[in-house]
């Protein structure tokens, strides 16, 4: 275990202390990156009962995307160059990154997919795709068209895990396990593809000692479970001290939002009681997080009119400064209680 902080950047006037995604794209493309959010008109197989009804119970009906624009392949070249037009006045160096944010977006025919990546790409200043999806949903199809994108354009998929731990995945009706992650997760990394796990810290019924389990699991380092022991997964199975291949984690509290199923079936649940207590979890859970993992979020961004709890959570650069204050003040960084691999 190392010693001596790692600071990830030094500007804008701040130590950051996390390997966040902005500033590893700017020093990547060597200027400004910013990500579009995309409405590619997908649903999701929790929601049309192919998997489930419902969907998962913290999912609002914009499919957890509420600020994205709604496109098809013949309107995204609009939409895209309306969102940089609209952003080129604050960045007129910036690149940008097309982010297909909401529902599942690997769930519709390769074709249909091939058709909206490509159209994406044709915009001269969008430099690359960042896909969310389940990990059910990437067929062999769709998986050889991730693989060919990523030779030609600079990509991520997001998987939504969650959590590691299956009961909480069936009261929150998520209607996928912990090994479809581990498939997927193994089928897009053996083809090189650069992967974001996403997990909700706060979900109803887990300990934190349970969320830092996810965490731990999502980074590959399942021997430091403190809790319920898991199968490692298999990524590693040839060799389990093997430098972690996730490219990035996305951490985030649980929102309480309406137009979710969550409200009527937990009523009152309020997953942490305050900034300081989100943020001491957050930086224990950050400690974990090996250095050469890009960090994609760490605080919520559901909008405030939708937000019922936590009721500071739309506070984000509140909750950012402080995790950054206290991590400066506990003299802490990214990855200090990761092993050494
Ligand atoms: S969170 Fe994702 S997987 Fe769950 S219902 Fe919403 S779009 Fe579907």
Redesign the pocket.
């Known amino acids: 275990m190392s010693s001596d902080p790692i600071i990830f950047d030094r500007s804008d006037g701040q130590e950051l202390r996390i390997n966040m995604i902005g500033s590893w794209l700017k020093k990547e493309f060597g200027r400004k990156i910013v990500k579009l959010s995309i409405d590619g008109g997908f649903t ?1 197989p ?2 049309d009962g192919t998997k489930g009804t419902g ?2 119970l ?2 609002s009906d914009s ?2 995307g509420d600020m994205a624009s709604r496109v098809d392949a013949s309107s995204i070249r609009t939409a895209l160059d309306d969102q940089i037009r609209l952003l080129s006045d604050k960045w007129p160096e910036a690149g940008y990154i097309a982010y297909f944010q909401n ?2 977006n690997t769930y519709a025919p390769a074709d249909h997919l091939r058709e909206l990546f490509y159209a994406a790409l044709e915009q001269p200043d969008v430099l690359g795709l960042a896909i969310a999806t ?1 990990s059910d949903c990437i067929s062999d199809e769709v998986l050889q068209l991730l693989e060919e994108l990523n030779e030609k354009t600079f990509l991520w998929v997001e998987l ?1 895990l969650q959590t590691i731990h299956d009961e909480t995945a069936q009261a929150m009706n ?1 209607c996928h396990t912990r090994s479809d992650y581990d498939d997927s997760l193994m089928r897009l990394q053996s083809r090189g593809i650069r992967v974001v796990t996403h997990l909700i810290l706060g979900l109803p019924g887990e300990t934190k000692e349970m969320m830092l389990d996810s965490v731990r699991y999502a980074c590959r380092i399942p021997h430091l479970f403190t809790q319920r022991p898991c199968e490692p997964p298999p990524l590693s199975a040839q060799n389990p001290c093997e430098p972690p291949q996730l490219f990035g984690l996305k951490l985030h509290m649980l929102n309480v939002v309406r137009n979710s199923r969550l409200p009527s079936l937990y009523p009152d649940y309020v997953p942490f009681d305050s900034i300081d207590e989100y943020t001491d979890l957050l930086i224990r859970a950050i400690e974990l997080v090996p250095p050469q993992i890009t960090i994609h979020r760490i605080s919520g961004d559901a909008p405030r009119p939708a937000l019922l709890a936590p009721d500071w959570s739309w506070q984000k650069r509140t909750i950012l400064n402080e995790i950054h204050r206290k991590m400066r003040e506990r003299n802490t960084w990214q990855g200090r209680c990761a092993p050494t691999l």
């Open positions: 999701c929790n929601r969907g998962c913290f999912c499919g957890s529902h599942t389940r939504g998520l």
